[in-house]
């Protein structure tokens, strides 16, 4: 609120301005480089629909009219000397017509005629995805700007020294865009700026410590980087900080212990970085401190119980770290009153503090990964709060029906505890409910009608319980509810087609399900994610799967499935993970299997992230066969790093399709447990990202290809039991392996991984003996030769007079000459 009323207060001044009478146009220089500007935009941006204008916001820029009357355009007052006017302001936020989802990106280029506007005081290019490089030159010619908003676009680089030395500037927002390079020291020639915006950007390195020098700094805000290194202690000669936003960077080392003295400070966010020591003393100090937020970092010692004298406080969120409570401390009387109280994983012991029912004010609570105990309190139940999470702990008992009365509640998180009991018929009087998690505890009977009624719920997960029945709650097909996960529990009957057409998550494995897959799976037009595994489901596989072109992950293993696999697949362009495992499939592999696009390039797509709405959230693992385990792959943050091909434990038969070789982008490949023939096609050489390789249990023949020592990830490799015959590979990757096991049973293999000689190096039994009888004469003849040799020489010597009985000569001893001087 506060920016706002900034970005506000600066607007107005400006638009002051706007509404005076015009007596004098707008200079022609300025006025030809904005119409330059439209032309520069029309002319290097291509229109998806030429039928529809892109900046129909700019249809008031012509040559006839006088720019000061032009939208987004904002004049000064008349010079009382010259009567000029000039352009101070351009409001050129989100300038193209949305037609896409995609939004429209503009060359930055487009950008240069304004440059020559050197009267400008504010300029906003936000939310244009503007590509390219930042123009150091052209923003140093704007030397008056106060106010200069890049946000959202799609500048790349570094930021350029010269914006740091626009000495008027104010107000900087540079944040959602790709640029890089660390924050230089440049930033001590803003000697006036009051707002630093970088927030979202790949800023790296260190903070440099002449941040201390901008003393008229008020607000810093340079959160999602990826800052490095200490936080300097310079920070702390900015007496007028009221805001220092650092949340979700590398970060290191201890917090300035006196950054307690900054006075002005209301909001202080530290979360999401690797800081460790204490939390300062000093803290206590700033009186007019509002908003604390140090989650998710390696601060260690005892919670401090002063954090609750200060009478401002309304956000405290220090969980997440390595701190504990301390258990002297028995009851705390806060003087303040909390809006949001985050003390996750901070030791607490016992049931749930009831000091926390003093806080009237409380909106958000979360106290996960504890180990509270006892049932879940009336008291808390009466508070109507807004968001509860109390997951990873050792509650036990029925959940109170009050707590359901709630019209404020939106998030209750109680996964992972000991509750039991049915779940209250009421629940779906909390109509205000976003997200509902209720997985791993014990509840049991069916899940109630009323749930349908909470028209706002996004987010359902009763998974891992004992819920169990075949009917199933009807939402309205236009509801907003998109994941859900009734996994691991004891539901049966068909197959429920009850959830809204916005459904892209739905996971009902480990259950009782049983008959064909229901032709109603094609209402979910948007549906990302379907688990089925570990059912009973019978029938073929139908042909109208083939409709659910959104369908990332497709997993059936462990049913009944048969018939052949429909070959249009392959218009599941999306497909990154795909599971027919353990089931009855027969036939041949469709080549067109291979055209699977989401396993090819194996796109970074959306997936459901580990935070929804800035909360914390653990989502079930997907459960697949990895590197010969039964494991769940995290779907925190993302899957998009996985696309598996999993068809193992069927009766396919037939040869591998060469086409498969195209799906350079899976990791894990298995067939295995098939009835497949023919040779292992060298095309597999080309699955670049592949890590597991398992093509065991089937009627393979021939050689191995020499194409797989080009597998340069591949750490298991699974050629066992079929009829191959050769030398296996070397080189690369197949020189490790070497694990017997994975070649055992081909009757035909050779070679170093498993011991085992080739013929080709081993010589005919013929050459060997002769070789050894040649051996045996060379041995014989120096036996023989070495004594017969030694008599002759004896003899020639005596005979040339060397062993003469002549008397012996007088050895003749030659001193050596002395040297000249």
Request: some cysteine; aromatic content about 8%; proline content about 6%.
């Amino acid at each position: 609120m506060a920016d706002l009323h900034f970005l506000h207060v600066h607007i107005q001044i400006l638009v002051f301005f706007f509404f005076l009478p015009r007596i004098f146009p707008c200079p022609d220089q300025q006025k030809q480089a904005l119409l330059l500007f439209k032309h520069s935009l029309l002319s290097t941006t291509i229109s998806p629909n030429t039928s529809i204008p892109l900046f129909s916001s700019l249809d008031s820029w012509n040559s006839t009219s006088d720019c000061c009357h032009w939208k987004r355009v904002v004049c000064s007052s008349p010079n009382s000397r010259s009567r000029m006017v000039l352009v101070q302001g351009l409001n050129l936020y989100s300038l193209a017509l949305r037609i896409t989802d995609d939004p429209l990106p503009l060359d930055g280029k487009a950008l240069m005629p304004l440059f020559s506007i050197r009267s400008l005081m504010l300029l906003d290019l936000s939310s244009n995805f503007f590509e390219g490089k930042i123009s150091g030159v052209g923003f140093g010619n704007l030397s008056k700007l106060v106010y200069l908003d890049l946000m959202q676009n799609k500048f790349s680089g570094s930021i350029p020294p010269q914006l740091y030395r626009l000495q008027y500037l104010q107000y900087l927002d540079m944040s959602s865009n790709l640029l890089g390079g660390a924050l230089t020291s440049e930033v001590r020639f803003l000697v006036n700026l009051r707002v630093l915006k970088l927030d979202s950007n790949s800023l790296i390195g260190k903070l440099p410590k002449e941040i201390g020098n901008l003393k008229m700094l008020q607000k810093l805000f340079i959160r999602d980087n990826n800052f490095v290194g200490e936080i300097p202690t310079s920070i702390v000669k900015l007496k007028s900080l009221e805001t220092l936003d650092m949340r979700n960077n590398n970060f290191a080392m201890e917090i300035p212990s006196d950054i307690g003295n900054l006075p002005n400070m209301t909001y202080l966010a530290l979360s999401n970085n690797k800081l460790n020591g204490t939390i300062p003393t000093s803290i206590q100090h700033m009186e007019k401190l509002e908003q604390l937020e140090l989650e998710n970092n390696l601060l260690e010692g005892h919670v401090p119980i002063w954090l609750f004298d200060m009478k401002g406080l309304v956000d405290l969120l220090i969980g997440g770290n390595l701190m504990s409570w301390n258990p002297n401390v028995k009851n705390v009387k806060p003087k303040c009153k909390l809006s949001r109280l985050s003390l996750k994983s901070c030791g607490l012991i016992g049931q749930v503090p009831t000091w926390i029912s003093s806080q009237t004010s409380l909106d958000f609570l979360d106290l996960s990964k504890n180990k509270l105990e006892g049932t879940f309190p009336q008291w808390l139940a009466e508070m109507d709060l807004g968001s509860i999470i109390l997951s990873d702990n050792k509650l036990w008992g029925p959940l109170p029906p009050r707590l359901f009365e709630s019209l404020s509640l939106s998030v209750l998180d109680l996964s992972r505890n000991n509750f039991f009991g049915e779940l209250p018929k009421n629940i779906g009087n909390a109509n205000a409910i976003m997200l509902l998690m209720l997985s791993g505890n014990n509840f049991s009977g069916e899940v109630p009608k009323s749930i349908s009624n909470i028209h706002r719920l996004l987010l359902l997960d009763l998974s891992r319980n004992r819920l169990s029945g075949d009917t199933f709650p009807v939402f309205d097909p236009g509801a907003f509810l998109g994941y859900i996960d009734y996994s691991s529990n004891e539901f049966m009957g068909e197959i429920p087609t009850t959830f809204p057409r916005q459904t892209r998550l739905l996971s009902l494995s480990n259950n009782r399900f049983s008959g064909s897959l229901p032709k109603n799976l094609t209402n979910w037009t948007l549906l990302e994610h379907l688990d089925l595994h570990n059912n009973n489901i019978s029938g073929e596989l139908p042909h109208f799967l083939s409709e659910l072109s959104t369908l990332q992950i497709l997993s059936l293993r462990n049913n009944s499935l048969t018939g052949v696999i429909p070959k249009s697949i392959s218009k599941l362009s999306n497909l990154q993970i795909l599971d027919l495992s353990s089931n009855d499939i027969v036939g041949e592999i469709p080549t067109e299997i291979g055209e699977l696009k989401g396993m090819i390039e194996t796109p970074s797509t959306f997936y459901l992230s580990d935070t929804f709405f800035n909360i914390g959230i653990e989502f079930n693992d997907l459960v697949v066969n990895w590197k010969k385990s039964i494991i769940g792959l995290p779907t925190n943050p993302s899957l998009d790093i996985y696309a598996l091909l999993d068809l193992s434990g069927n009766h396919l038969s037939g040869e591998i399709p060469t086409s498969i070789g195209n799906l350079k982008g899976i990791k894990l490949l298995n067939l295995a447990y098939n009835n497949l023939s023919g040779n292992i096609p060298s095309s597999l050489g080309k699955l670049e990202n592949v890590e597991t390789l398992d093509l065991s249990h089937n009627k393979l023949s021939g050689s191995i290809p020499e194409s797989l020592v080009n597998l340069q990830d591949l750490t298991v490799l699974d050629l066992s039991n079929n009829e191959l015959t050769g030398r296996i590979p070397v080189g690369g990757q197949m020189s490790t392996m070497n694990i017997p096991s994975y070649y055992a049973n081909n009757s035909g293999l050779c070679g170093f991984q498993i011991q085992q000689p080739c013929p080709e190096d081993e010589q005919p039994a013929e050459s060997i003996e002769e070789e050894e009888k040649q051996q045996v004469f060379s041995w014989l003849g120096t036996g023989i030769g070495f004594p017969v040799g030694f008599v002759l020489a004896v003899l020639l010597v005596y005979m040339s007079g060397y062993f003469s009985p002549i008397a012996p000569r007088k050895r003749i001893v030659r001193r050596p000459r002395r040297r000249r001087p």
